[in-house]
């Protein structure tokens, strides 16, 4: 198959995907579904006001191209790699998935490009309030790995 081709068709695949999925599966949560995340989270987990879990990880990238391989890659990865930032719910509903850009080596590289902390930072996240021990606060929260600030 030809390049154009491929690409024709990868774009009319990826474009039925989004016709027939979009509206149920991409997009951000409502104040409805964290409702529901909440309560689950604080109940099997104890954890109330959870959102769900963030972290970044490496997609190897093997057909980089060579005068790229410098700004893709760190020490500890073996080859050039792409920065995949997602963000997955208790029943593995990824919310949010963001690739880092260029020379994005580190979790904190992307997260301050995410669109999570744009969308928190201009107020258009999601608004769901909640208590814990008898405190009122006005977001939930992103369980991460300790690399992240404390702001989400």
């Known amino acids: 198959m030809a390049e154009k081709t491929t690409r024709d068709s990868l774009e ?12 149920r599966y991409l997009r951000t949560p409502t104040w409805d579904d964290l409702q529901k995340i909440y309560e689950v989270h604080n109940a099997e987990h104890g954890l109330p006001g959870m959102i769900g879990s963030i972290d970044c990880m490496h997609w190897r990238w093997n057909n980089c191209p060579t005068a790229w391989r410098g700004q893709h890659t760190r020490g500890d990865q073996k080859g050039p790699t792409i920065i995949l930032q997602a963000v997955a ?10 690739f880092g850009v ?7 590289n992307v997260f301050e490009q995410s669109p999570l902390l744009e969308e928190w930072i201009s107020g258009k996240a999601p608004k769901a309030s909640f208590y814990a021990n008898g405190n009122y606060y006005p977001h939930g929260y992103y369980l991460s790995d300790g690399i992240y600030p404390s702001i989400l």
């Open 102 to 108: 260029v020379g994005s080596c580190n979790d904190i």
């Open 12 to 23: 009319h695949f990826c474009r039925g995907i989004i016709d027939v999925y979009g509206a």
């Open 89 to 98: 719910s208790q029943d593995l509903w990824v919310w949010s998935a963001y």
